[in-house]
């Protein structure tokens, strides 16, 4: 069953605090992605990884860093979360350049 | 940079209307164009692509796509309140397919 799931599906943090959201798919895809959706901004992209450790910044990567040292796994990495990074992240991973595969979403709340 | 940009940004139709969503573009390089949906607190879901020129049909939906005019549009036939949907398209960045360029949406509501 292809599949790509996040964790957490909801988190609060706190200002100043680090957080982690993981994403994994079972498809083998060579291509993940990691987006944030807010209100009237649409989709907007923060990294795309083409492979193991070959991850290339997207159009708002700036307080965010990400990881990937297995094919299967991508995680997004916020240092030191601020309030404005509150915001619904998609994960989505893709076998080549056409359909994307989107994990259900984590909520992020930075209070 | 790729430009997209969808209208009209909101539609409330009745039930059994057809529906046409638009999308414009302003680089024809382009080589992949999606239309994606996304239901109320979920994820983005692929609908449909088209890739050349042309219309494509896929039951109740078509995609039209006419690169010299940097357009191309989604139609619903016979249009559900399952249906009801924020309506995403989405262009390949030229000289990176892999990433996409997306519009804001278009928010669809059919009524019963």
């Known amino acids: 069953d292809m599949k790509v799931t996040q964790m957490p599906r909801y988190l609060i943090k706190r200002m100043g605090e680090n957080v982690l959201l993981e994403c994994g798919q079972d498809m083998s895809h060579e291509t993940m992605y990691w987006y944030r959706q807010d209100p009237g901004l649409g989709l907007q992209l923060i990294y795309i990884s083409y492979d193991v450790d070959s991850n290339s910044e997207g159009d708002i990567p700036k307080g965010y860093r990400v990881s990937r040292k297995k094919r299967e796994h991508f995680s997004l990495i916020l240092d030191s979360a601020k309030t404005n990074q509150t915001s619904v992240y998609f994960c989505?991973?893709?076998?080549?350049?056409?359909?994307?595969?989107f994990g259900h979403g984590t909520k992020l709340s930075v209070l | 940079q790729q430009n997209v940009q969808q209208s009209p940004e909101s539609l409330i139709v009745p039930e059994g209307a057809r529906t046409s969503l638009n999308c414009t573009f302003s680089d024809s390089a382009s080589q992949y164009f999606w239309w994606y949906r996304q239901h109320s607190g979920k994820a983005p879901k692929a609908l449909m692509s088209i890739f050349s020129n042309g219309e494509k049909e896929e039951g109740r939906f078509t995609i039209h796509l006419n690169k010299a005019s940097l357009h191309f549009s989604l139609h619903i036939r016979d249009s559900q309140p399952s249906d009801s949907a924020l309506y995403l398209c989405?262009?390949?960045?030229?000289?990176?397919?892999?990433?996409?360029?997306w519009g804001l949406g278009t928010s669809l509501v059919v009524n019963p």
């Open positions: 989405a262009v390949s960045s030229v000289g990176d397919n892999s990433k996409l360029i």
């Open positions: 989505a991973s893709s076998p080549g350049p056409e359909r994307l595969f």
